[in-house]
Nanobody, 125 residues
């Protein structure tokens, strides 16, 4: 049973930073494509970033490019999302997800088989 647990969310002022972590267990983390998604109240869950098992391959939503950085530590079975220059519109529940096959579209929710429970990020203006 693969489990993903997010942490690091919280309340921050606009312009501030947060680092989210996604600890995984029960699977072969080093072979997964890892993704971060977010869902704001009343909105669809949307893609934020993804990272291939080869950490040099990353993808970002246009809305976070240049502000967010996704990374992974295969030795710790953990993925990260460093969020800088946060804006109120970044407020959402952030979810990490794992794609064990790596053959789907990195930005598509249906590509990911495993999901965490989410962590709340609130950015005040």
């Amino acid at each position: 049973q693969v489990q993903l647990v997010e942490s690091g969310g919280g309340l921050v002022q606009a312009g501030g930073s947060l680092r989210l972590s996604c600890a995984t267990s029960g699977g072969t983390f080093s072979s997964y494509v890892m993704g971060w998604f977010r869902q704001a109240p009343g909105k669809e869950r949307e893609f934020v970033a993804s990272i291939h098992w080869r950490a040099s391959v990353t993808h970002y939503a246009d809305s976070v490019k240049g502000r967010f950085t996704i990374s992974r530590d295969n030795a710790k079975n953990t993925a990260y999302l460093q969020m800088n220059s946060l804006k109120p519109e970044d407020t959402a529940v952030y979810y990490c997800a794992a794609d064990r096959n790596g053959v789907g579209i990195a930005s598509a929710r249906w590509s990911y088989e495993y999901w965490g429970q989410g962590t709340q990020v609130t950015v005040s203006s």
